[in-house]
């Protein structure tokens, strides 16, 4: 049993780094999304170059005219937007430094090619107190690593408690848990200085979507259910969130994860309410909340397996219906208390009846 135990901590030291640096060892662009202002033909033949070039790693496509390229790296919807006419480079540094660095050296290139100066207008840059523009990753990790091991407790201390009973639980430490991460995010250390019900409404999203998933899983798992827990939202999930290395400088699989792991969802709802105004939230609030729905289904299926669904009974709880139903058996008898109101006549048989329990025991 010891030696089976310990595979766990075994899988631990291989999977932390195995996933993590396979996500954020060597960052370039898979894919990135930018644009190249212009309509005319030339500006036409200029994306097809720069697409060419860049093979894999660049989608190019072409904008009308700046103001909607702006709107466009605003809404996330593109790193970058390249005008050949004057060289500007529209980017979005808050969205993450690392693409717009990979975007800010192809399009360099480009300039030099196009015979322009190569100038930067970064329309949104992370707040100063966030030099690297990842501060609200210590907020999503908070949040969904407090929810996994909130479910994980209950699951090993809670036994007796009712279903309901844990997700009053959950949903009330959930409001705590945003209290206190942004709370020390924005009010201790004051990186940032708005979106704060917001940004604080997606941390108790977090933590609730978490904690029900974990829960879930421990019903039908188990103990086994911690490493499943672990894997999704801390040896997968950090990695996939997007925020430490932007997606589309990852390798194809984060990518996919990305799109799919609920910390992928956190991650983006967090940069886009802290950063951009919100714009783009839909897909991710549905995402997440698919998570939330798989995490109550996994409950759903976990009460098939008690004869009182949505109740965890317990041993001890089981013990006393046995000794309710079984009042002859020597089980620590309870007394009622209609029992002082018997008549002198029923007292020898209750002592006939304890003196055989006590000579049958």
């Given amino acids: 049993m010891i030696l089976v135990a310990m595979l766990f901590p075994v899988f631990m030291a291989f999977a932390y780094p195995a996933s993590y640096v396979s996500a954020m060892h060597q960052p370039v662009p898979h894919h990135m999304e930018v644009e190249v202002i212009g309509t ?57 430094r690392q693409a717009k660095a990979a975007a800010q050296s192809v399009f360099q290139q480009v300039a030099q090619q196009v015979g322009v100066p190569l100038a930067v207008q970064d329309l949104k840059k992370p ?3 966030d030099t690297l523009g990842i501060a609200y990753m210590y907020v999503m990790t908070a949040c969904v690593t407090a929810g996994y091991v909130t479910s994980t407790m209950l699951g090993n201390l809670g036994k007796g408690m009712r279903l309901r009973s844990r997700l009053g639980l959950i949903g009330m430490l959930s409001v705590v848990a945003a209290v206190l ?41 188990g103990q086994a259910a911690t490493i499943v827990g672990i894997t999704v939202f801390v040896i997968l999930g950090i990695p996939a969130s997007g925020i430490a290395t932007s997606p589309d400088m990852m390798p194809g699989f984060f990518q996919v994860t990305h799109r799919m792991m609920p910390t992928g969802a ?52 089981d013990q006393v219906d046995h000794a309710r139903k079984h009042p002859d058996e020597p089980l620590l008898t309870a007394y009622d208390s209609h029992d002082s109101d018997d008549d002198d006549a029923a007292r020898p048989a209750r002592g006939r009846h304890r003196a055989q329990e006590v000579k049958h025991a």
């Fill in 266 to 317: 956190i991650g983006e709802l967090l940069q886009r309410v802290i950063y951009f105004d919100g714009h783009g939230v839909g897909p991710w609030i549905l995402l997440l909340a698919t998570w939330l729905m798989l995490g109550a289904g996994l409950l759903w299926l976990g009460s098939l397996r008690s004869p009182h669904p949505g109740e965890d009974r317990g041993v001890i709880a």
């Fill in 127 to 129: 707040a100063p107190k």
């Fill in 181 to 221: 991460t942004v709370g020390v995010t924005w009010g201790f250390y004051g990186v940032y200085d708005a979106h704060l019900v917001t940004a604080g409404l997606v941390a108790m999203a977090a933590y609730f979507t978490a904690a029900v998933f974990q829960l879930g899983v421990g019903g039908l798992l």
């Fill in 40 to 96: 005319s033909d030339s500006t036409q033949q200029l994306a097809c170059q720069v697409a060419a070039q860049g093979g894999d790693a660049l989608d190019v496509s072409t904008v009308a005219d700046a103001p909607t390229a702006r709107e466009d790296v605003m809404d996330r919807e593109t790193r970058a937007a390249f005008d050949p006419s004057d060289g500007k480079l529209y980017v979005a540094t808050a969205g993450g």
